[in-house]
């Protein structure tokens, strides 16, 4: 098989971490029969630089044009002063816009070996492994109207039938495969928007009966990740708060240097780790890869269908991190701080 790849490393970090991406798919194709054929563009504010704009309309077809889009990371402190349009996170969101990417999956998953990686106890975090579904292209970041004036500021939050239906079957068809279980995440008990998106996702539940559904507020979900993560196995919620969500149970799983994942539509997706660029250590060979290797193993999931070349990085993660390898930002006495590469080169030889 022969699969078109965008690249867009973007900023920061995300050009050492693209890098690790690349090897790793070096050597699915040689262990798999397959190839890789990559395209890499400008994006975010390696973009604004050279074009004046963080996302061209030649980079969006050359996404068009490919089986799947690997991002690295985007943002840096010499852009955060620019107007919203012209901001590198611009460009994210019209990307996500362009490819009608509506669906965000962001698996949490707390390694064994990374027990130790997080602020909370063993004990409530041993077992813990489930799966955020965030809308991606509708909500509160891109409703409109929005603007700002000397006097105040507003936003529009807004969802339709359609938009919450469409990541609702795809929330219940992940929880079929898992504990049957999910849970919608609004605040119902403030907001209309949030009413209608849980009528919505109650009138959904009548299609899977064999999928227990329960209600629950924002703020008490956020509460329980952190009390007790291993009660959840599929979230299902709205852009903002699946992205305040998806950060929360970064910090359980040890760092957001561990979390990957991948942003479906109906022709186009879309692969990336979830944290930033992380400017104050770009260029230093500190970056956690993970993350980043993990997308690679989503987007060999989804988008190719290859599931033991997925299973095999994932396999080979663990292993490395049971062995005690680790990057700074999951660090701790006892365990080899690496670099970058040297994270990378460790899951490679472990893939073999």
């Known amino acids: 098989m022969n699969y078109k790849i965008t690249l867009l490393p973007g900023d920061g970090i995300g050009t050492e971490i693209m890098e690790s991406a690349v090897q790793i798919l070096n050597a699915i194709e040689k262990k798999y029969d397959v190839t890789f054929q990559y395209k890499e563009e400008l994006f975010g ?10 996302l061209t309309d030649e980079t969006i077809q050359t996404c068009f044009d490919s089986d799947a889009v690997l991002l690295g990371a985007v943002g840096g402190y010499q852009w955060e002063s620019l107007e919203h349009h012209l901001k590198p996170e611009a460009g994210l969101l019209k990307l996500r816009k362009s490819l009608e990417l509506f669906c965000n999956i962001r698996p949490a998953k707390v390694y064994q ?19 955020v579904f965030r809308e991606l292209t509708g909500g509160i970041y891109f409703g409109e109207p929005r603007g700002l004036d000397e006097n105040s500021g507003w936003n529009t ?22 504990k049957k279980q999910l849970m919608s995440v609004d605040k119902a008990n403030v907001l209309e928007c949030s009413q209608y998106w849980r009528q919505v996702v109650q009138e959904v539940h009548k299609d899977y009966p064999d999928v227990t559904l329960q209600n629950i507020y924002v703020d008490n979900a956020a509460m329980q990740i952190v009390r007790d993560p291993k009660q959840f196995d599929v979230l299902l919620t709205s852009n903002l708060f699946g992205d305040i ?10 760092s957001l240097g561990m979390l990957p994942s991948a942003s479906l539509g109906e022709k186009y997706a879309l692969y ?39 299973k095999n990085i994932e396999t080979a993660i663990e292993k490395t991190l049971e062995n005690g390898y680790r990057t700074a930002d999951i660090f701790a006495d006892g365990s080899n701080l690496v670099s970058t590469t040297e994270m990378t080169g460790k899951i490679l030889a472990n893939m073999k």
Request: hydrophobic fraction near 45%; glycine fraction near 8%.
């Open 272 to 310: 990336e780790p979830v944290h930033g660029s992380a400017p104050d250590i770009a260029g230093q060979n500190k970056a956690n890869p993970i993350a980043m290797i993990a997308s690679v193993a989503m987007m060999l999931e989804h988008s190719f269908k290859m599931n033991d070349a997925a």
């Open 45 to 54: 504010g390696a973009s604004l630089d050279n074009h004046g704009i963080p």
């Open 157 to 178: 939050m807004k969802y339709s039938k359609s938009e919450v239906e469409r990541i609702a079957r795809l929330a219940f068809d992940t929880a079929k495969t898992r």
């Open 113 to 131: 070996g990374l027990l130790d990686g997080s602020s909370l106890k063993k004990e409530v975090l041993a077992g813990t492994d489930f799966v």
């Open 245 to 254: 969500l998806s950060d929360i149970a970064g910090m359980i799983t040890g």
